[in-house]
């Protein structure tokens, strides 16, 4: 498992300036990632608000990414979300993908292929997220919230300024999920599904 932040989240505070910010909160996903057992944590270093699915650097920069990792699968939000930068990330997920294929743009390593399969993960609290598809993970709960609580200058923000355990909120929604499937624990996926983004693998863990 490779990952991949595209904002560095560095708007997320009233009191902590933006260059400290942003280095706080890619400390904080690196010691996420190495919890779960992430191979590499990249950062795109794209302040918030920022991110565009047009930017052709922010493309390459995806792309580049995904030469490197060469993956059998890409997870990326959902393409209808909350905010700006989520929307235009799956946009940048899916553009740089194709964009990895082409051996004209690849600059650093080698190019690899256009269609990759590709999923959206659930939306936040499962807001007009349509499920497809269902992930037992029941095993996993416990140490995704801990990964998650490794975030901690962030779910302390959102405690404080949007008054939401976000913690607490992570774990109702995958239970909610479960209910849906019949497990505990679940979380919910569904398939971008276009040209030569399907695969004949069962693909999800």
Same mark, same amino acid.
């Given at each position: 498992? %490779?990952?991949? @932040?595209?904002?560095?989240?560095? !708007?997320? @505070?009233?009191?902590? /300036?933006? $260059? ?6 890619? +400390? ?18 794209? #302040? *918030?608000? +920022? ?6 650097? +922010?493309? *390459?920069?995806?792309? &580049?990414?995904?030469? %490197?990792?060469? /993956? &059998? ?6 393409? $209808? *979300?909350?905010? +700006? &930068? @989520?929307?235009?990330? #799956? ?12 051996? @004209?743009? #690849? ?6 292929? #256009? ?26 709960? $416990?140490? =995704? ?16 300024? *949007? ?16 209910? !849906?499937?019949?497990?505990? %624990?679940? $979380? ?6 276009? %040209?030569?983004?399907?695969?004949? =693998?069962?693909?999800? /863990?």
């Amino acid at each position: 498992v %490779y990952m991949c @932040h595209v904002a560095n989240v560095d !708007q997320g @505070h009233v009191i902590i /300036p933006q $260059e400290e910010l942003g280095g706080i909160r890619e +400390q904080e996903a690196e010691n996420a990632g190495k919890l779960i057992g992430a191979k590499e944590v990249f950062n795109l270093n794209v #302040s *918030d608000m +920022q991110v565009n699915r047009h930017d052709q650097a +922010q493309i *390459d920069a995806v792309a &580049d990414v995904v030469r %490197y990792c060469r /993956p &059998d699968v890409v997870i990326t939000h959902n393409t $209808e *979300d909350y905010m +700006q &930068d @989520h929307v235009e990330t #799956s946009c940048l997920a899916t553009n740089g993908c194709f964009a990895a294929g082409l051996p @004209h743009r #690849s600059f650093n390593h080698p190019a690899y292929k #256009s269609f990759i399969p590709t999923f959206f993960m659930d939306s936040l609290a499962g807001v007009n997220f349509d499920p497809a598809l269902y992930v037992d993970i029941t095993s996993q709960i $416990e140490t =995704k919230l801990q990964a998650l609580a490794m975030h901690e200058s962030q779910i302390k923000w959102m405690l404080e300024h *949007d008054n939401i355990d976000f913690v607490d909120m992570v774990r109702t929604c995958s239970k909610y999920r479960g209910y !849906q499937c019949g497990v505990p %624990y679940a $979380e919910a996926f569904r398939p971008y599904n276009v %040209y030569q983004r399907y695969s004949t =693998k069962h693909l999800l /863990p």
